[in-house]
């Protein structure tokens, strides 16, 4: 059984930073592109970035190029997202996806359950 398993999201200070990981079970991870969305209430889950299998990273909104970060540790079976400088308009639930091509749509075969990142202004 595939599983994703975010972890890491919190209530954190405007400013703060937190890493946000994505486990997998089930399933050789570094075969596999990762994305990370979030989904804000009343918005859209909307595209944060991706890491291919082979480390390649691309990232979604403007807002956070330049202070949000992906990375895979493949020993560990586990991808990170390394969010600095925190803003309140990145209060979002985080979620992973796996699946062979790194893409910014919704089309990933497999997903996480999502984790609760709040920042305070």
């Known amino acids: 059984q595939v599983q994703l398993v975010e972890s890491g999201g919190g209530l954190v200070p405007a400013g703060d930073s937190l890493k946000l990981s994505c486990a997998a079970s089930?399933?050789?991870?570094?075969?596999?592109?990762v994305g990370w969305f979030r989904q804000a209430p009343g918005k859209e889950r909307e595209f944060v970035g991706a890491?291919?299998?082979?480390?390649?990273?691309?990232y979604g909104a403007d807002s956070v190029k330049g202070r949000f970060a992906i990375f895979r540790d493949n020993a560990k079976n586990t991808v990170y997202l390394q969010m600095n400088s925190l803003k309140s308009e990145d209060t979002a639930v985080y979620y992973c996806a796996a699946d062979l091509y790194a893409r910014p749509d919704y089309k990933y075969e497999y997903w996480g359950q999502g984790t609760q990142v709040t920042v305070s202004s």
């Open positions: 089930g399933l050789p991870l570094n075969r596999y592109a």
């Open positions: 890491i291919t299998w082979s480390g390649g990273t691309t």
